[in-house]
């Protein structure tokens, strides 16, 4: 799997969108951009996914780069529900196995 | 269930003790994967089933490790002679088919071994 990279930590206002940055400057064709987060004493969970085109869900939105180096992942209206750490991971398919590196903790303050 | 289940939430074991770790998954779902979190790391592959079938063991650190899915649903994480190393959150994921990546983890058993 690609290596990424994430800042270690960020902070974000309440009610503003959270802007999430992650550099893949080695990703190959066939690894897709997903995204999970972990709330504090919980499992992590599944936010969104994509290969070159930008995506959006009813929790965020992915914008890719079109050299597909480096990707940003949009809260667009964070709420201290989404304080958590999030990992941004490149992962080729057909291999089961996500690799998880340390995430970026992102705090929202009130 | 909604989710996938995990018991016991806490566990605390004496060194050398073995341990068994439950993971109920999501019902109808195909892959299974068992991952350990140290404290302030990410998560990292134990192992994987696809059904009953265990398809990939090559995260489980030792021998000590052991891990089941016999009728392609719940699994056990066994753990043999516990070691203070051992340690860690367990947490396990389920996924509908094997080519979707957007697994469904637990909320983990927290082992402790003292």
């Known amino acids: 799997d690609a290596k990424t990279t994430q800042p270690t930590s960020m902070d974000c206002a309440e009610g503003r969108a959270a802007n999430l940055p992650c550099n893949h400057s080695?990703?190959?064709?066939?690894?897709?951009v997903y995204w999970y987060r972990q709330i504090h004493s919980q499992g992590p969970q599944y936010i969104i996914h994509g290969l070159k085109n930008n995506e959006t869900n009813e929790m965020a939105s992915l914008i890719i780069t079109e050299d597909r180096k480096s990707s940003t992942l949009i809260l667009p209206h964070a709420t201290l529900r989404d304080t958590a750490v999030y990992y941004c991971i490149a992962h080729p398919f057909g291999n089961e196995k996500l690799t998880f590196g340390t995430g970026t903790r992102l705090t929202i303050i009130p | 269930g909604a989710g996938v289940s995990q018991s016991p939430r806490y566990k605390v074991a004496k060194r050398g003790q073995d341990v068994a770790l439950r993971c109920d998954p999501i019902s109808g779902h195909v892959s299974l994967f068992w991952y350990q979190q140290a404290l302030g790391q990410g998560p990292e592959f134990l192992t994987y089933?696809?059904?009953?079938?265990?398809?990939?063991k090559s995260g489980l650190p030792s021998d000590r490790f052991f891990a089941e899915r016999p009728e392609g649903s719940v699994s056990t994480l066994k753990i043999q002679r516990t070691q203070q190393e051992d340690s860690a959150v367990y947490l396990c994921?389920?996924?509908?088919?094997?080519?979707?990546?957007?697994?469904?983890f637990g909320s983990g058993t927290r082992l402790t071994v003292v």
């Open positions: 994921a389920s996924s509908l088919s094997a080519d979707w990546y957007g697994y469904t």
């Open positions: 080695t990703i190959s064709g066939n690894e897709y």
């Open positions: 089933f696809q059904n009953e079938a265990q398809l990939d």
